[in-house]
């Protein structure tokens, strides 16, 4: 964690403080290391992913536990200060995820 904290203030340092440029910089970073081209945000994919029931699938582990052990949603409403995309991780976008993975 601490390496990850530094290389985006270190990539702040040289987007003249941009911390969507910082963050770029880190996930290019991220990718060169795994040897990926791009990062794949088609969410159809993803939710086929989350339904592999291996037990090192621990995006699928943490979701679990999430929509039915803790009920922890980091939703962010819009008119609000939450730092994230306001409006589109809603409760009802969650609470669908579960349901269709879990149920």
Known sequence: ????????LDAAKVGDGDPLFALEEV???ARTLDEVACTDVDFAAGMDQMK???LTNWPRVWTFQTCKEFGFYATCVE???CPFTKGYN???FNVDQCQELFD
């Open 52 to 54: 592999d029931m291996s």
């Open 1 to 8: 964690i601490a390496k990850v904290c530094q290389a985006v």
């Open 90 to 92: 809603t409760l009802a």
């Open 79 to 81: 008119g609000s200060n």
């Open 27 to 29: 996930a290019r970073e």
